[in-house]
């Protein structure tokens, strides 16, 4: 079938944001979304809208589901108008005055959504926030087990599935590919360890970047965080339960472009999420820290993205690989 070469341009009249948070997964995205959303010129839909990528089975996987001996899936090439629209109602009640913009942390690992969004009228900037490799890949694990996506140890999942949650740490590829697309003056490149460090030095230098001005946004915004780690309180009883029921994890996303949802409320009514409310109920999420990496796996994947991410600095114009390798440089 011929692919219609537009569809991924808005069409006339569908909004479309002026600017997107699209750094790495578990890299304080979250936050600086819900800082930047208390300001009264920045309109942020609630949750991460993934529209650009929607057809990368590899990042979203969950998007799509096999029932009845055919694929279902989203991609605005099946219904232009319905997709767009739907889209487009993500910034419905965004105010005339608004800076809109919109939060989805697959778009920087997915050179397709980069393209997609260069190809808009309108130029949206990026923002593109990237922590310490090591730590962020270690955080997605703990993220995948809590969800039912990991089913294995983190060096158990190193060893037998590394791109699960080694791929969204290969910034230097993945912002080489990005840069091709997107001049750099419509993209703010943010270190997690620095916005820690100086929260309000950073988000004036986003606010100056997204032209908001800095002293309309209420200071104690500053002291948010958002998407505080809940992990579950049997580790090893989260590995058994996933094992078992692998289903558990690609069910949270099966209906979120609400114009095709597959399912009515009735057969959402699953034996699937039976179990896992009964699981959760045993194994509950609490606020607790994760055991620390193990230092020889630190150490291991340390030395490997040192080397992957060689040229980092020149592209980013600062040594970042420094702050983040002090100890295994």
Known sequence: ?????????????????????CGAMKSGTSTLHAILNH????????????????????????????????????????????????????????K?????????TTYLASPLAIKRIAAQEKPIKLLIMLRNPTARAYSQYWHMLSSGRASHSFENTL?????????????YSQIVSLLRYIPKEQVKFIIFE??????????????????????????????????????????????????????????????????????TWLNKLTWSKFLDKSHRVINPLVSHKPAKMNLETKKFLDEYFINELEGLNEVLGKDVLSLWFKSSS
Not at 6 to 16: S, V
Not at 70 to 93: G, I, L, P
Not at 217 to 231: E, K
Not at 237 to 247: G, M, T, V
């Open 1 to 21: 079938m011929e692919k219609d070469t537009n569809a991924w341009l808005a069409p006339t009249g569908e909004k479309t944001p002026d600017f997107i948070i």
């Open 39 to 94: 300001h009264p010129d920045v309109f942020i839909p609630e949750k991460e809208v993934h529209f650009f990528d929607m057809d990368n089975i590899v990042e979203h996987p969950d998007f799509n589901s096999f029932t009845n001996r055919q694929w279902q899936n989203n991609s605005v090439e099946n219904d232009r108008q319905k997709y767009w629209q739907w889209y487009s109602a993500n910034f419905s009640t965004a």
């Open 96 to 104: 005339a005055n608004q800076v809109v913009g919109e939060d989805s």
């Open 159 to 171: 060893q037998y599935n590394p791109t699960s949650v080694l791929n969204r740490s290969l910034y």
């Open 194 to 263: 620095e916005f820690l460090q100086d929260k309000s030095k950073c988000v004036k230098e986003v606010c100056d970047f997204l032209s908001v001005d800095y002293s309309e946004l209420p200071q104690d915004a500053l002291n948010l965080h958002a998407n505080a780690g809940l992990f579950p309180k049997y580790p090893s009883l989260q590995w058994i339960k996933n094992r078992l029921h692998p289903a558990g994890g690609n069910g949270s996303y099966g209906d979120h472009f609400s114009p095709y949802k597959h399912n």
